[in-house]
Protein backbone atom coordinates (compact mmCIF):
# COMPACT_ATOMS: atom_id res chain seq x y z
CA UNK A 1 0.00 0.00 0.00
CA UNK A 2 1.73 3.67 -0.95
CA UNK A 3 0.28 6.53 1.12
CA UNK A 4 1.12 10.24 0.21
CA UNK A 5 1.94 12.53 3.15
CA UNK A 6 1.95 16.32 2.67
CA UNK A 7 3.16 17.78 5.60
CA UNK A 8 5.10 21.07 6.00
CA UNK A 9 6.76 20.18 9.30
CA UNK A 10 9.78 17.99 8.31
CA UNK A 11 9.61 16.73 12.31
CA UNK A 12 6.23 15.87 11.76
CA UNK A 13 6.25 14.26 8.55
CA UNK A 14 9.85 12.29 9.18
CA UNK A 15 8.27 10.64 12.12
CA UNK A 16 5.07 9.39 9.96
CA UNK A 17 7.07 8.23 7.30
CA UNK A 18 9.35 6.45 9.69
CA UNK A 19 6.37 4.63 11.49
CA UNK A 20 4.09 4.12 8.38
CA UNK A 21 7.55 2.67 7.06
CA UNK A 22 7.66 0.14 9.91
CA UNK A 23 4.06 -0.97 9.04
CA UNK A 24 5.14 -2.01 5.88
CA UNK A 25 3.64 0.86 3.89
CA UNK A 26 5.45 2.26 1.25
CA UNK A 27 5.41 6.45 1.54
CA UNK A 28 6.15 8.98 -0.33
CA UNK A 29 6.28 12.90 1.43
CA UNK A 30 5.77 16.21 0.12
CA UNK A 31 6.32 19.58 1.80
CA UNK A 32 4.43 21.99 0.19
CA UNK A 33 0.76 22.63 -1.54
CA UNK A 34 2.04 22.59 -5.05
CA UNK A 35 4.08 19.31 -4.62
CA UNK A 36 2.09 17.57 -3.09
CA UNK A 37 -1.16 18.46 -5.59
CA UNK A 38 1.41 17.60 -8.45
CA UNK A 39 2.26 13.95 -6.87
CA UNK A 40 -1.10 13.18 -5.91
CA UNK A 41 -2.11 13.95 -9.51
CA UNK A 42 0.82 11.96 -11.18
CA UNK A 43 1.22 9.43 -8.97
CA UNK A 44 -0.80 6.27 -7.97
CA UNK A 45 -1.64 6.37 -4.26
CA UNK A 46 -3.96 4.02 -1.88
CA UNK A 47 -4.28 7.48 0.65
CA UNK A 48 -3.37 10.51 1.07
CA UNK A 49 -2.44 12.15 4.45
CA UNK A 50 -3.19 15.65 3.98
CA UNK A 51 -2.11 18.67 6.66
CA UNK A 52 -4.21 21.52 6.60
CA UNK A 53 -2.00 24.73 6.54
CA UNK A 54 0.42 24.37 3.68
CA UNK A 55 2.67 26.81 2.22
CA UNK A 56 1.87 27.69 -1.59
CA UNK A 57 -1.76 26.03 -1.45
CA UNK A 58 -3.21 25.05 1.97
CA UNK A 59 -5.15 21.29 2.35
CA UNK A 60 -8.83 22.51 1.50
CA UNK A 61 -7.84 23.89 -1.68
CA UNK A 62 -5.58 20.75 -2.57
CA UNK A 63 -8.29 18.64 -1.82
CA UNK A 64 -11.33 20.65 -3.60
CA UNK A 65 -9.06 20.60 -6.95
CA UNK A 66 -7.96 16.58 -6.80
CA UNK A 67 -11.87 15.73 -6.44
CA UNK A 68 -12.66 18.40 -9.68
CA UNK A 69 -9.50 16.27 -10.90
CA UNK A 70 -11.64 12.98 -10.74
CA UNK A 71 -8.54 11.99 -8.03
CA UNK A 72 -11.03 10.08 -5.69
CA UNK A 73 -7.75 8.60 -3.31
CA UNK A 74 -9.18 9.04 0.33
CA UNK A 75 -8.00 11.59 2.09
CA UNK A 76 -7.11 12.03 5.84
CA UNK A 77 -6.71 15.77 6.79
CA UNK A 78 -4.42 16.60 9.45
CA UNK A 79 -4.77 20.09 11.08
CA UNK A 80 -4.17 21.85 14.53
CA UNK A 81 -7.47 23.27 14.43
CA UNK A 82 -10.21 21.71 16.59
CA UNK A 83 -13.06 23.86 15.41
CA UNK A 84 -16.04 21.64 13.96
CA UNK A 85 -16.45 24.32 10.92
CA UNK A 86 -13.21 23.57 10.58
CA UNK A 87 -13.50 19.91 10.20
CA UNK A 88 -16.67 20.43 8.42
CA UNK A 89 -14.82 22.70 5.80
CA UNK A 90 -12.47 19.57 5.55
CA UNK A 91 -15.25 16.94 4.99
CA UNK A 92 -16.94 19.60 2.31
CA UNK A 93 -13.75 19.68 0.77
CA UNK A 94 -14.11 16.21 -0.33
CA UNK A 95 -11.48 15.06 2.55
CA UNK A 96 -12.95 11.20 4.12
CA UNK A 97 -11.49 11.78 7.69
CA UNK A 98 -10.22 14.29 9.76
CA UNK A 99 -7.85 14.08 12.63
CA UNK A 100 -7.08 16.80 14.94
CA UNK A 101 -2.80 17.37 16.33
CA UNK A 102 -1.41 16.43 18.40
CA UNK A 103 -2.87 12.73 17.73
CA UNK A 104 -0.86 9.56 18.82
CA UNK A 105 0.61 7.47 15.97
CA UNK A 106 -1.62 4.55 17.27
CA UNK A 107 -4.95 6.68 16.28
CA UNK A 108 -3.80 7.97 12.87
CA UNK A 109 -2.40 3.94 12.15
CA UNK A 110 -6.01 2.76 13.11
CA UNK A 111 -7.64 5.74 11.09
CA UNK A 112 -5.23 4.62 7.94
CA UNK A 113 -6.19 1.31 7.65
CA UNK A 114 -9.79 1.98 8.32
CA UNK A 115 -9.46 4.18 5.05
CA UNK A 116 -7.43 1.65 3.59
CA UNK A 117 -10.24 -0.84 3.77
CA UNK A 118 -13.46 1.19 3.08
CA UNK A 119 -13.24 1.14 -0.71
CA UNK A 120 -12.93 -2.71 -0.72
CA UNK A 121 -14.83 -3.25 2.84
CA UNK A 122 -16.35 -6.33 1.68
CA UNK A 123 -13.45 -7.78 2.32
CA UNK A 124 -12.36 -6.89 6.20
CA UNK A 125 -9.18 -7.36 7.54
CA UNK A 126 -8.62 -11.18 6.16
CA UNK A 127 -7.77 -11.03 2.28
CA UNK A 128 -8.43 -14.80 1.15
CA UNK A 129 -7.52 -16.31 -2.42
CA UNK A 130 -7.75 -20.41 -2.47
CA UNK A 131 -6.53 -21.18 0.75
CA UNK A 132 -3.84 -18.06 1.24
CA UNK A 133 -5.16 -15.96 3.78
CA UNK A 134 -3.55 -12.59 4.58
CA UNK A 135 -4.39 -10.41 7.92
CA UNK A 136 -3.84 -7.00 7.39
CA UNK A 137 -4.47 -6.40 11.05
CA UNK A 138 -2.02 -8.89 12.55
CA UNK A 139 0.49 -9.53 9.55
CA UNK A 140 -0.06 -13.37 9.81
CA UNK A 141 -0.05 -15.41 6.37
CA UNK A 142 -1.25 -18.76 5.94
CA UNK A 143 -1.34 -21.37 3.07
CA UNK A 144 -4.26 -24.04 3.65
CA UNK A 145 -2.92 -23.48 7.87
CA UNK A 146 0.56 -23.51 7.50
CA UNK A 147 1.73 -20.15 9.05
CA UNK A 148 4.26 -18.39 6.01
CA UNK A 149 6.48 -15.77 7.35
CA UNK A 150 7.61 -13.29 5.16
CA UNK A 151 9.59 -9.31 5.27
CA UNK A 152 7.71 -6.15 5.11
CA UNK A 153 8.39 -5.92 1.73
CA UNK A 154 7.18 -9.42 0.58
CA UNK A 155 4.04 -8.39 2.57
CA UNK A 156 3.23 -6.08 1.16
CA UNK A 157 3.42 -7.16 -2.36
CA UNK A 158 1.35 -10.22 -1.52
CA UNK A 159 -1.30 -7.80 -0.17
CA UNK A 160 -1.59 -5.78 -3.27
CA UNK A 161 -1.76 -9.04 -5.18
CA UNK A 162 -4.64 -10.19 -3.05
CA UNK A 163 -6.81 -7.03 -3.36
CA UNK A 164 -6.79 -7.77 -7.20
CA UNK A 165 -7.16 -11.51 -7.07
CA UNK A 166 -7.11 -13.40 -11.10
CA UNK A 167 -6.08 -9.79 -12.42
CA UNK A 168 -2.72 -9.06 -14.56
CA UNK A 169 -0.41 -6.93 -12.53
CA UNK A 170 2.44 -5.30 -14.68
CA UNK A 171 6.12 -4.37 -13.40
CA UNK A 172 4.80 -0.77 -13.19
CA UNK A 173 1.44 -1.31 -11.44
CA UNK A 174 3.34 -3.05 -8.55
CA UNK A 175 5.88 -0.81 -8.09
CA UNK A 176 3.78 2.04 -7.87
CA UNK A 177 1.51 0.54 -5.06
CA UNK A 178 4.25 -1.31 -2.94
CA UNK A 179 7.62 0.93 -3.16
CA UNK A 180 8.03 4.38 -2.33
CA UNK A 181 8.63 7.61 -5.45
CA UNK A 182 12.27 7.54 -4.13
CA UNK A 183 13.05 4.15 -4.13
CA UNK A 184 15.69 2.57 -5.91
CA UNK A 185 13.88 -0.13 -8.12
CA UNK A 186 16.31 -2.28 -10.48
CA UNK A 187 14.60 -3.80 -13.08
CA UNK A 188 14.38 -6.85 -11.71
CA UNK A 189 13.30 -6.52 -8.30
CA UNK A 190 10.21 -7.21 -8.96
CA UNK A 191 10.84 -9.98 -10.28
CA UNK A 192 13.38 -11.20 -6.92
CA UNK A 193 10.56 -10.61 -5.16
CA UNK A 194 7.91 -12.69 -6.74
CA UNK A 195 10.56 -15.24 -6.60
CA UNK A 196 11.01 -14.73 -2.78
CA UNK A 197 6.86 -15.50 -2.76
CA UNK A 198 6.80 -18.78 -5.14
CA UNK A 199 9.73 -20.18 -2.56
CA UNK A 200 7.52 -19.53 0.46
CA UNK A 201 4.25 -20.05 -0.84
CA UNK A 202 4.07 -22.25 -3.96
CA UNK A 203 7.18 -24.30 -3.94
CA UNK A 204 6.72 -26.10 -0.41
CA UNK A 205 3.13 -27.16 -2.18
CA UNK A 206 4.16 -27.56 -5.44
CA UNK A 207 3.69 -32.01 -5.31
CA UNK A 208 -0.08 -31.21 -4.36
CA UNK A 209 -1.28 -28.31 -5.89
CA UNK A 210 -0.27 -25.62 -8.92
CA UNK A 211 1.41 -22.61 -8.41
CA UNK A 212 -0.84 -19.67 -6.82
CA UNK A 213 1.50 -17.01 -8.59
CA UNK A 214 1.50 -17.07 -12.06
CA UNK A 215 3.25 -14.81 -14.74
CA UNK A 216 1.72 -13.60 -17.61
CA UNK A 217 4.43 -13.42 -20.32
CA UNK A 218 4.71 -9.92 -21.68
CA UNK A 219 2.03 -8.44 -19.31
CA UNK A 220 2.87 -9.14 -15.85
CA UNK A 221 1.67 -11.29 -12.55
CA UNK A 222 -1.58 -12.57 -11.51
CA UNK A 223 -2.97 -14.55 -8.22
CA UNK A 224 -5.04 -17.66 -8.52
Partial sequence: MRILVVEDEHKIAAAIKKG??????????????????????TEEYDLILLDLMLPGMDGLTLCR????????????????????????SGLDSGADDYLTKPFSFEELLARVRALARRPKSVLGN?????????????YEVSYYGKRV????????????????????????????????????????TVEVYIKNLRNKIDVPFSKKRQPLIVTVRGFGYRLG
Fill in 149 to 188: LLSGKEFSLLEYLMKHPKQVLSKDQIIAHVWDYDADILPN
Fill in 20 to 41: LEQETYAVDVAFTGPNGYDLAL
Fill in 126 to 138: VLSVKGLKLDTMT
Fill in 65 to 88: TLRTKHVHTPVLMLTAKGQISDKV
